[in-house]
């Protein structure tokens, strides 16, 4: 093991640990490199020497492709002291996402979507109908889309969040990337995407000019703009917009 960096997993007779923190002290003179672990089973933090995890075979560093998501069935049981028993334990598939008819509102866009999600085999969507809810175009024509064409999405507002919640609020992948920490700046650029689309109930497609990709500043695209006011919503949202998600 030669580099040692923040959030880089170790294990050590059996227990897994995170580094929280590297420290540089010096001390008359002398250098000394702590590294700051926590335990992820017992949540304790404590500090050990760069030499002592490098030298040290009883540390073994995790590679980024060895962490795999695991969905855990657990059958348990309350005893009269409320004390949680625990009577069997699985791993079971992250159930796919389902489309709840009766969460989708019975308008000309809700309708669009449970026929985009639910026509598998066709897959069409008749994007004029949805672009006309909202701007008085010529209606155009109907086009081949997959049933996750993010385009599909352009024209819902705040008004439509149960729509992305039905979608989105069960995908396992998206899940995995609104549960992770932001990015340094990037929690400001969440709250003003989420705060955006809140005002004036305006579309997906116009929130795009109000979410700039960090580093080149220009907008979005539509699946980008979705996937950070998805991760809004899971850490900023009301409950009632993470209900619309089932979180």
Known sequence: MKQLKKGQLLQKEGDVFKILDIVNTNIKGF????????????????????????????????????????????????????????????IVDFPKPKLQDKNIPNTTLGNAFKEAINNKKEKVVNIGHITNIHEEKKKEEEKELDVLDYRNFASCTYNDLSILGNVFGENPDTIKTCAGKFQKGMATLHMQCLDRFRENNITIADLRHYCPNRQTGKPLTLS???????????????????????W
């Open 31 to 90: 250098k000394r490199e702590e590294i700051v672990v926590g335990c992820l089973k017992t949540t304790e933090a404590f500090s050990v020497s760069k030499g002592e995890i490098i030298n040290n075979q009883e540390w073994q560093s995790f590679r980024e492709e060895q962490i795999e998501v695991q969905y855990i069935e657990r059958k348990v049981i309350k005893d009269e002291n409320k004390k949680i028993i625990v009577l069997s334990e699985k």
């Open 224 to 246: 980008g703009t979705i996937s950070r006011l998805n991760k809004a919503i899971w850490h900023y949202g009301t409950k009632k917009e993470q209900e619309c998600y089932g």
